[in-house]
């Protein structure tokens, strides 16, 4: 979404719907017809996929699974892909369908203010954010989806969520924070060993200096986040927006006086939770006890 639709916009809220069957449709054609034309031209080039690889830089797998449809390339594979086999930009031309691609309907503004984000803040009341999840924790997140995606979709799906993950280390530093309902760390998705290591990567990346992660302990009782979940973003132009899902939506809330609102409350809420060093003593304790 760009600065002059939010403009446009002004104080309303702006929803989308859950992704429609037809956009997935055209996704999956978006995805497999740029496949099968790098396939094209790797075997006008005269190269396998083994020698194609060697020659970007990635593996033969993630070459094998782009041409096949099943991945969605980064912008960086695309880029150097154009380069090796002399495509004079035919495949730097389709970077942007494939981006939005990767995400739901619904997903695809926020992901694309993300990318560019300044701060982020999270609280989360039912699950690990998706920025902070592992790729077991997601596959199994996305596996137990209703109505049930095929199991194409949820590799798609998957590699994009863990793709989403550089804005973490990324230069500049995007500063991160989040909160953490404990009942959601306590939630076993996926068994055990896949909740050990979910606990293990949030106390991983809570070492980043720009990241921190707080945990709302459930002796807390009654506080100012039992409304439920929010993100706040500081967007590249210096603008924060609210962002809300549910159950397949999603709403942005750009008017100032109601995202000031919010971001009181997510400040009350991060006074409420444990401090950085109680969270982490408690997630490594919760991990341990597995």
């Not at 859950?18 to 496949?35: E, L, P």
């Not at 909160?179 to 055990?192: D, N, Q, Y």
């Not at 590249?236 to 609210?242: E, F, G, H, K, P």
Request: charged share 25%.
């Amino acid at each position: 979404m760009t600065a002059a639709q939010q403009g446009e916009l002004g104080g309303q809220e702006v929803r989308s719907v859950g992704t429609t069957k037809a956009h997935r449709d055209a996704a999956t054609a978006a995805v497999r017809y740029f496949g099968s034309q790098m396939g094209l031209l790797r075997k006008r080039a005269g190269l396998t996929q083994p020698e194609l690889a060697r020659l970007i830089g990635y593996s033969e797998a993630m070459v094998a699974a782009v041409e096949q449809g099943r991945r969605i390339p980064q912008k960086d594979f695309i880029d150097r892909v154009d380069d090796v086999l002399g495509a004079d930009g035919l495949l730097t031309a389709g970077a942007e369908f494939l981006a939005h691609a990767r995400y739901p309907a619904r997903f695809q503004d926020f992901a694309e203010l993300e990318a560019d984000a300044v701060s982020l803040y999270s609280y989360e009341t039912m699950l690990v954010p998706g920025l902070l999840q592992t790729e077991h924790y997601a596959r199994a997140l996305m596996s137990i989806h209703c109505p049930p995606p095929d199991d194409e979709t949820i590799e798609q799906r998957v590699a994009a969520r863990m793709d989403r993950q550089a804005l973490l280390t990324r230069r500049p530093r995007t500063i991160l924070g989040f909160v953490i309902e404990e009942a959601a760390l306590r939630r076993s998705v996926g068994g055990t060993e896949v909740m050990r290591e979910q606990l293990e990567n949030l106390l991983v990346r809570a070492e980043l200096r720009n990241v921190s992660i707080q945990v709302m302990p459930l002796e807390s009782g009654a506080h100012a986040g039992l409304n439920g979940p929010v993100l706040l973003m500081e967007t590249s132009d210096r603008r924060t927006v609210a962002y809300f899902e549910s159950q397949g939506m999603s709403t942005f809330v750009w008017d100032r006086e109601d995202v000031s609102v919010h971001s009181q409350r997510y400040g009350v809420v991060r006074a409420q939770a444990l401090n950085v060093e109680d969270s982490a003593r408690l997630i490594k304790r919760m991990a341990e006890e597995l």
